[in-house]
């Protein structure tokens, strides 16, 4: 089955940083992965997502950057606001019941300070 | 706007009490999905569906069932609730259209706390 590993549990930067958030997966045969963005009291908000035969994404402020070799993945957040305090989870196609359902890390929240 | 609405913000249920959560979309999406989230431990699959009447066990389906009568409905029940039930549930749907490659909605969460 799938795993998918958190690297940090809180990740804290000023605004106006540049901010990076992992992820790292098992299954090598991964082939679809996703960021998800929870703000305080809401259910997640897709950002983008990104498949195995890229390695890197980009969508307006955020980039997404996939290492299939380490199995490492990756959501940069540029000039980060106050805004984009939040909880952010990566999402990997291929769970463990055998179907194609998403396996999610534990969550990464991000405090932006002023 | 795509929706997907769950019946209760906030649910207060006693141990061994029946509970419904119901879940909807408007979206016309075949996949529903239903997930609990903890801290520390992130969304965890409960049960999918596929398609009307058809359902699957995820992760972690031991104390729960579900149900799927129409397309766009798919209730999460607790036959009897216990307390260590208590958390977020956070209901998703995602279209097949495209294949695999289709992100989930989630709707805003359930949070039910078992006394």
């Known amino acids: 089955g799938e795993s998918v590993g958190l690297h940090l549990p809180t990740l804290s930067v000023q605004e106006g940083d540049n901010s990076i958030i992992n992820c790292a997966y098992s299954n090598s045969a991964s082939d679809y992965f996703i960021w998800y963005k929870q703000e305080s009291g809401k259910g997640p908000q897709f950002i983008i997502d990104?498949?195995?035969?890229?390695d890197k994404r980009q969508g307006q402020r955020v980039t997404v950057l996939l290492n299939k070799t380490v199995k490492h993945l990756s959501l940069q957040i540029a000039a980060t606001q106050p805004g984009d305090s939040a909880v952010y989870f990566c999402a990997v196609l291929g769970g463990n019941s055998g179907y194609s359902t998403l396996t999610f890390g534990k969550g990464t929240m991000l405090l932006v300070s002023p | 706007d795509v929706k997907v609405t769950q019946s209760s913000r906030y649910l207060v249920k006693r141990t061994g009490e029946k509970v419904f959560l119901e879940c909807v979309q408007d979206?016309?999406?075949?996949?529903m999905f239903w997930y609990r989230q903890d801290p520390g431990l992130g969304l965890r699959l409960i049960y999918f569906s596929y398609d009307v009447k058809m359902k699957e066990k995820g992760d972690i389906p031991e104390g729960y069932s579900v149900s799927r009568e129409k397309k766009e409905r798919f209730s999460l029940i607790l036959e009897s609730a216990s307390t260590n039930q208590t958390s977020m549930y956070l209901c998703?749907?995602?279209?097949?259209?495209?294949?695999?490659?289709?992100?989930?909605?989630f709707g805003p969460g359930t949070r039910l706390t078992v006394l």
């Open positions: 979206m016309d999406h075949e996949n």
């Open positions: 998703a749907s995602s279209s097949v259209a495209g294949g695999l490659y289709n992100e989930q909605f």
């Open positions: 990104i498949r195995s035969n890229m």
